[in-house]
């Protein structure tokens, strides 16, 4: 890269102006890190630095993990990309669909759907499911009946739309059905320790614990810090609960600009990264997600009403590069304490921004992942 100072001048800001308490910013292309930087505090009350190795709590960037993991399984022969998940999970065989729901009674009337839901449905999220902080309908049943949301009725035909929310849960669910083996137990076999990821893991070791950052909250415009866990939850699902560090996954993501491989270890086919990073959702598009929980998370996500889903990924649709954002064709995603990732197969580059901050999608947090996001492309130049 041309001019790294910029992206340091740029995040060294956001710590000065008090916009965030710390970062890490990496980029990489296929071969090699390009840039690596890490700002402010991973833990204010004790003024204890951040640095490149510190762990975050990831959550929906799990995401990638499980979806490389499905491929596998359909690579092998052991579940297929149009099967419907209830020949692995009975229990999602005849999915209901809501087709009326009262608030003030918390009440609802549904339907059969007229079809089953499928391995692709829940790749891409077009199965129906939706995550409580974006829907009220979903906030509302969950504290009523104590469900989670892939416990739920669906909220629309599957296929008909995409609607973010927990289906790499259910996804999870099938892999250890599957395999046989925790998803934890599965993954450590099948992806951490191929691509030698060192620090990512679902169960962090104690050692490890005053690498973790801690999580602060905007509140009326001040950061306030909640106090360093003194044990880390263990929540070990297909869509959230991995910890990993921004070095480790930016390994991950240089094996998808590789093509499914990484340092002369094959995890997935090039097919299979095809997939996962082009249109799997044809006409429809992402949506734009109120945020119905506002402490937890804000209407997300940038492109939506234009943008595409692969599987697994939000795709960048243009057409021109304006050089200074991610190209078209471009993948990403995020996760709920605001770290981000994309890679650009256009550029042959892959960039994580990790904070710790909630709410998800904050206004300020979202300006510092766009100014890294052009301060990047401006390094390249």
Partial sequence: MKDT????SFLNAAVERGDIPGAVALVADGERTMYSGAFGLMNSANNVEMKTDT??????????????????????????????????????????????????????ETRPAGLEITVRHLL?????????????????????????????????????????????RVLGKAIEKISGATLEGFLKERVFDPLDLRDTCYTLPEKKYGRLATTHR????????????????????????????????????????????L??????????????TTNQIGELVVERLPGVIPAAA?????????????????????????????????????GMKNTFFWFDPREGIAAVLMMHVMPFYDDVCINVLTGFEEAVYGALR
């Avoid at 022969?77 to 669909?97: H, K, T, W």
């Avoid at 009523?144 to 009725?153: D, F, H, N, Q, V």
Wanted: hydrophobic content about 40%; aromatic content about 12%.
């Fill in 218 to 261: 905007r509140n009326n415009g001040a950061l306030v810090e909640d106090a360093a866990s003194e044990k880390p939850s263990i929540n070990m699902l297909g869509d959230t609960g991995i910890y990993s560090t921004a070095e480790d996954y930016l390994r991950l993501l240089r094996m998808f600009l590789n093509g499914g491989e």
């Fill in 124 to 168: 891409t999220h077009t199965a129906g499911f939706w995550y409580k902080f974006f829907s009220r309908i979903v906030n509302l049943l969950s504290e009523k009946t104590g469900k989670s949301a892939i416990e739920l009725p669906l909220l629309f035909e599957p296929g008909t739309r995409w609607m973010y929310g927990p289906n790499t």
């Fill in 263 to 276: 340092d002369g270890k094959r995890l997935i086919s090039g097919d299979s990264v095809e997939m996962m």
């Fill in 298 to 334: 804000r209407s997300f996500p940038l492109g939506a009403g234009r943008d595409k889903f692969g599987l697994c990924f939000q795709i960048t649709v243009g057409d021109v590069h304006d050089g200074v954002h991610r190209s078209p064709g471009s993948c990403g995603w995020a």
């Fill in 5 to 8: 100072l910029r992206i340091d």
């Fill in 55 to 108: 762990i975050f709590e990831i959550f929906s960037m799990t995401k990638p993990f499980t979806t490389a993991a499905v491929m596998m399984l359909i690579e092998e022969g052991r579940m297929e990309l149009d099967q419907p998940i209830s020949d692995f999970l009975p229990e999602y065989a005849n999915p209901e669909v809501i087709t009326r729901f009262d608030e003030d009674t918390v009440t609802y």
